[in-house]
């Protein structure tokens, strides 16, 4: 499985919008199903747009993120992007859920507090 | 939380969300989880920034000022659903008080204020009328008028000086009537010679002319099931008026070299600044004419007498300019304003708008100030109010143009205009006329000036007037 991975982030974790992100990692996995290259990127401001091209230019294959508008999932979609919304959880547990192909959207991978 | 709690939340229609102090979503009622998308057990223990995701997460998370505050905090936002939907809510946000006063949560309450912003939209509209906007009492009469007269297929005639949207009621005209999906066709009658204007309008045949390669159809034939606007209609020569009337009268053209008319089907808006009775009077233009261009009349009001509508047009124009130049400019000081307020706008809107256009251009900061103003206009000489030229005779009792005292302004102050020779020179004797009458006491002064005490302070040190 090569694969181009984008995680939006905030902190370590998956940034609540897709539109907000000003942090993305980017990861590259190899034959092992093992990440070979990754790099966290810093973007100069939150733009949807700003990070579709980026996403397009990088070409990046799976987009892990959590609020994302229709129009740009829709557009990422149509560009054979895989997209996986809704997903709450730190970065390396969402890129080991993934490598496990467990990860889903919507998956919560934190504890919840009561 | 108590657990009884949930099902009394579950009957308020207001989305809440009951938030512990570590930002942890415990509850959410019926309402929030169908703006939400979330169910409760989807949402209960999460970090609210993840159930929410609201544009205020997480960097602007206005929980942190209700903790330090202890104060409810309202503010304008949009959230994404889980069904991917961008929703503009109206958040508040409130502590939840433990017995001894220490913050033991949060009530966060998301209206969804979509409606909202939907009916602003149509309030909007309802000061306006196609790209015209205005409340005065004479613009809102116009605006009522409009749609009715827009169905039916009779002249209309515009009158109005200079600048004052002459052409942006035409075209609303156009665009309300049943001919709006037909072309809307504006000659200037004055932009060109008798003799090019005869075969704009009516177009020519080939051969008609030396030059005349080719035929064309001309303006009335390219407005066919449209409108023709003839802007500047009293520049129109007297030899082309008797073929306009001819065209009103039997709605049949000839083109220049044709032997043969031919039908057209076109609704006549014609305009002016022009006088069009005085120029019958002086034989300048067609009685016959007047008369069946006259068959409905629209007076555009000059701007000087729209009262109100001048704040109304600030306002729009320093957002509409704010926006295409990516300034952050979002008003007038209350001395800028006041001077424009007072200013008499010889060119009306057009000229209000290149004004603000000019402010918002030169602005650096949030406010426009008196010095962001263009020259000009400062250099209006008193007693030689704007209006002049367009046949406005100001009252001899009435102050010069831009030198209007403020409201509730003692008589004192304005016997200062006597002399002035500009408007420096006015504020300045404004001001000394203040302080005398104040003796001196300059918290008094600037209350007779209805300024801010800083105001006053600031000038006095612009006009170089000592403080003893």
Redesign the interface.
């Known amino acids: 499985m090569n694969k181009r991975i984008l995680v939006t982030l905030h902190g370590s974790d998956v940034a609540p919008r897709f539109d907000l992100a000003t942090e993305i990692w980017l990861g590259r996995t190899g034959g092992r199903n093992l990440v070979e290259e990754e790099r966290t990127i810093v973007l100069p401001h939150a733009s949807a747009e700003e990070l579709c091209h980026l996403i397009l230019r990088e070409h990046v294959d799976v987009v892990i993120c959590c609020g994302i508008e229709e129009e740009y999932y829709e557009y990422l979609h149509w560009k054979r992007i895989e997209v996986y919304d809704s997903v709450v959880g730190r970065r390396r547990d969402v890129i080991n859920a993934y490598l496990a192909r467990t990860l889903r959207p919507g998956a919560v991978l934190v504890p919840r507090d009561e | 939380m108590s657990v009884e709690a949930g099902p009394l939340l579950d009957t308020i229609p207001l989305p809440l969300a009951v938030i512990?102090p570590?930002r942890?979503v415990l509850f959410i009622n019926e309402a929030a989880q169908v703006l939400t998308g979330f169910s409760l057990e989807?949402a209960?223990?999460?970090?609210c920034?993840?159930v929410m995701?609201s544009?205020l997460?997480?960097d602007k998370c206005p929980l942190a000022k209700v903790e330090d505050t202890g104060a409810a905090v309202c503010v304008d936002a949009n959230?994404?659903?889980?069904?991917?939907?961008?929703i503009p809510v109206r958040a508040t946000f409130a502590p939840v008080l433990a017995p001894d006063g220490s913050i033991a949560g949060y009530v966060e309450a998301l209206e969804d204020i979509r409606i909202l912003q939907e009916l602003e939209i149509k309030q909007g509209w309802s000061y306006g009328f196609g790209d015209m906007i205005g409340h005065s009492h004479e613009m809102e009469r116009i605006f009522q008028m409009v749609p009715g007269i827009a169905q039916t297929d009779s002249s209309v005639l515009v009158t109005g000086e200079t600048g004052t949207g002459k052409d942006l009621l035409a075209e609303a005209i156009h665009n309300a009537s049943a001919r709006a999906k037909g072309p809307f066709v504006k000659v200037n009658c004055g932009a060109l010679p008798e003799t090019l204007l005869e075969s704009e309008l009516f177009g020519h045949s080939k051969g008609a002319f030396t030059g005349a390669t080719e035929s064309k159809p001309g303006r009335f034939r390219m407005a066919h099931n449209g409108t023709l606007f003839l802007t500047e209609i009293g520049d129109l020569p007297l030899s082309l008026q008797v073929k306009l009337l001819t065209f009103l009268d039997d709605k049949v053209i000839h083109p220049l070299g044709s032997t043969k008319g031919v039908n057209v089907d076109v609704r006549i808006v014609a305009a002016t600044h022009r006088d069009l009775r005085q120029m019958v009077r002086e034989g300048k233009f067609r009685e016959d004419l007047l008369y069946r261009l006259n068959v409905v009349r629209f007076h555009m009001p000059p701007l000087r007498e729209r009262g109100e509508d001048i704040n109304l047009f600030l306002n729009h124009f320093v957002h509409v300019f704010s926006e295409e130049f990516g300034k952050k400019v979002t008003g007038f000081s209350q001395d800028a304003l006041y001077f424009l307020e007072n200013y008499a706008f010889p060119g009306n809107v057009r000229e209000l708008r290149n004004v603000v256009e000019y402010c918002v251009n030169v602005c650096g900061q949030e406010t426009i100030e008196v010095e962001h103003l263009p020259r000009y206009l400062m250099e209006q000489p008193a007693g030689v109010p704007a209006g002049t030229g367009y046949g406005v005779q100001p009252a001899p009792e009435a102050p010069p143009a831009g030198m209007m005292p403020p409201p509730g302004m003692p008589a004192p102050v304005s016997s200062a205009a006597s002399g002035a020779v500009n408007w420096a020179d006015m504020e300045r004797k404004m001001i000394l006329d203040a302080l005398l009458q104040a003796k001196g006491r300059k918290n008094r002064a600037a209350e007779i000036l209805g300024w801010a005490r800083s105001t006053l302070w600031r000038k006095m040190k612009h006009y170089e007037i000592e403080s003893s």
């Open positions: 512990s570590e942890k989807e209960r223990g999460l970090h920034m993840y995701r544009s997460c997480p959230i994404v659903s889980k069904e991917r939907r961008k």
